[in-house]
C-alpha cells in the first residue's frame, strides 16, 4: 500500500510539473514553467574580458604610468590632424558602449586559414562555426537613456565592470559539440584524448561606442542601441581595416571586427588550451581582447575635410597617421580552463612597475609579442594567476618600453615551469624579477 501512495504520488507530481509546458513553439503563449532542458547545468562558462591581462588588471587610475589619462597618437605633419581636446575625461571616466552580437568557435582548422577569406557565403559559415552563443549582449560603463534600455534590462553595467576589471562578463551560451571516439579512434587519428579540439574563436562586434568624439570642436551625435547618444563615436568602422588599405583590397578582406578572430598557433596547439573533452567535467572558456589598456586618441580629417578627434585603440602594430582607418590592433585570445583540475600560481619579484607584466605562454610559444599571452597580470609583488591547466610553461617579464602606447612590445626576461598533472588545485610558486 505505502508503494503505491508513493508511486501515485510521483505521477501527480509529475502531471503537475509538465501540465503546462509546452509542447510546440507558441509564440507569445510561453510557459511559465521551464522546459526540461533547463532543469540541467550546462557544462560550459563563457567568460569575456576587455583586457591584456586575465587576472588583475590595471585599475583604470594605474593607466598611463599611474596617471590615468588617455594615451595620445602622434600629432602634426604626416602625422594626426591636430586634435581638439577640450573636457577630455580621464580613461576610467570615459563611456563605452558595446553591443555583441555573438560568440563562435570552429574546430575546422584548414578552411580558416588566411582570417576567415576561404569562408564566402553562409553555407560555408554554417560548416565552419559552432553557434555557441548567438544571442546578442549589450554592456554598457554608464546608462545612455533615462528610460529601460537593452543595457539595463540585461544587467549590462554590472557586465561591463566584470568585463573590464578581469572577473569576466558571462555570457549566455551552449555548450558546443564534443566530438566521441573510442580509444582505437583516437589513438589512430593521433588524437590519445577523447573530445575535440577548436582552433578559432570570434566576438561578434556589432558596435562599440567610446564617449569622447569631437567634429571640428563639437560633440559628435550618434546612435547606440538605437539611442541618440551624444559626444559618442561607433569605433568599430575606424578598427575593421589597417590603416592604408584600399577600398579595392577591402572588397577581399574580412573586417577585423566582424569577428574579433582569435586563430591558434601551431605552438600553442601543444599541450592546447582549447580543447573540450569529452564528459561532464564543467569548464571555462574565456575569450578576450586588450582594450581597457590600449585607450588612445585618434583624429583623421572627415569627408567635409574637418578635423575629427576620437577615443580608439592604441597603434600597437599599424601606425595610424591620420587615415579614417585604423585597425589591426585588437588582439583576441581564448582558452578553455578546468576549474576541477587547474592550479594557481604566484610569481615572485614583481617590483610594482604600472609598465611591466607577466606573461604566461606555452613552453613551445616563441612569439611573446604579436599575440595575447595564454594569461597575464601586471608585475606587482603580490602577482598570482588564478587558472593554469597541468602542462609546461614559460613566464615572461614584459614590458611597455619602446612606444609607449600601454601595450607590452619589450622581452626583458623569462624563465619557466610545470604545473604537474597531480595533485590538483594547488598553488606554485615561480620566481621571475620584473623589470
Not at 529601460?148 to 561591463?160: F, M, R, W
Not at 578598427?239 to 578572430?261: D, R
Request: glycine share 8%; with cysteine; proline share 6%.
Amino acid at each position: 500500500m505505502k508503494s503505491f501512495r508513493l508511486q501515485f504520488s510521483f505521477l501527480l507530481f509529475s502531471i503537475v510539473l509538465f501540465a503546462n509546458c509546452k509542447t510546440k513553439l507558441d509564440l507569445g503563449e510561453e510557459s511559465t514553467l521551464p522546459v526540461i532542458s533547463t532543469l540541467f547545468n550546462n557544462r560550459m562558462l563563457l567568460l569575456l574580458k576587455g583586457t591584456y591581462a586575465t587576472d588583475n588588471p590595471l585599475d583604470w587610475s594605474e593607466l598611463n604610468n599611474g596617471t590615468g589619462d588617455l594615451y595620445i597618437d602622434t600629432q602634426g605633419e604626416g602625422l594626426d590632424p591636430t586634435m581638439t581636446l577640450t573636457n577630455l575625461p580621464k580613461a576610467g571616466n570615459l563611456p563605452i558602449f558595446l553591443d555583441i552580437g555573438e560568440v563562435r568557435i570552429s574546430s575546422k582548422y584548414l578552411k580558416g586559414l588566411n582570417e576567415l577569406t576561404q569562408i564566402r557565403d553562409t553555407v560555408d559559415s554554417n560548416k565552419f562555426w559552432d553557434y555557441i552563443a548567438p544571442n546578442r549582449q549589450v554592456f554598457c560603463t554608464v546608462t545612455y537613456s533615462f528610460d529601460n534600455n537593452t543595457c539595463t534590462e540585461s544587467n549590462g553595467v554590472l557586465k561591463a565592470y566584470d568585463f573590464f576589471n578581469g572577473i569576466g562578463a558571462q555570457f549566455p551560451s551552449n555548450d558546443p559539440s564534443s566530438e566521441t571516439r573510442s580509444w582505437e579512434e583516437a589513438l589512430a587519428a593521433g588524437q590519445p584524448w577523447l573530445g575535440r579540439e577548436y582552433y578559432y574563436a570570434g566576438i561578434y562586434f556589432r558596435s562599440l561606442v567610446t564617449g569622447y568624439a569631437l567634429d571640428a570642436g563639437i560633440p559628435v551625435r550618434g546612435r547606440f542601441d538605437n539611442r541618440p547618444i551624444v559626444n559618442g563615436l561607433n569605433i568599430v568602422p575606424r578598427n575593421n581595416y589597417v590603416a592604408g588599405t584600399s577600398t579595392a583590397e577591402k572588397s577581399s578582406i574580412v573586417p577585423k571586427l566582424f569577428p574579433a578572430l582569435f586563430t591558434q598557433l601551431p605552438t600553442q596547439s601543444v599541450q592546447s588550451d582549447m580543447r573540450i573533452r569529452d564528459g561532464f567535467d564543467p569548464y571555462i572558456l574565456e575569450v578576450r581582447i586588450n582594450l581597457k589598456e590600449n585607450l588612445m586618441l585618434h583624429s583623421y580629417t572627415s569627408s567635409r575635410s574637418t578635423t575629427v578627434t576620437y577615443a580608439g585603440v592604441s597603434d600597437i602594430f599599424f601606425d595610424h597617421k591620420g587615415e579614417g582607418d585604423a585597425g589591426g590592433n585588437l588582439l583576441t585570445r581564448a582558452r578553455v580552463i578546468y576549474p576541477e583540475v587547474a592550479s594557481s600560481l604566484t610569481i615572485s619579484g614583481g617590483g610594482n612597475s604600472l609598465l611591466h607584466y607577466y606573461g604566461i605562454f606555452r613552453f613551445q610559444e616563441t612569439e611573446f609579442i604579436n599575440v595575447l599571452p595564454l594569461a597575464a597580470t601586471p608585475a606587482k609583488q603580490s602577482a598570482k594567476i588564478k587558472y593554469l591547466n597541468p602542462g609546461t610553461y614559460k613566464v615572461v617579464c614584459l614590458g611597455d618600453l619602446s612606444k609607449r602606447d600601454g601595450y607590452p612590445d619589450t622581452v626583458v626576461r623569462e624563465t619557466a615551469f610545470t604545473i604537474p598533472d597531480y595533485p590538483f588545485r594547488q598553488t606554485y610558486n615561480v620566481d621571475l624579477a620584473c623589470p
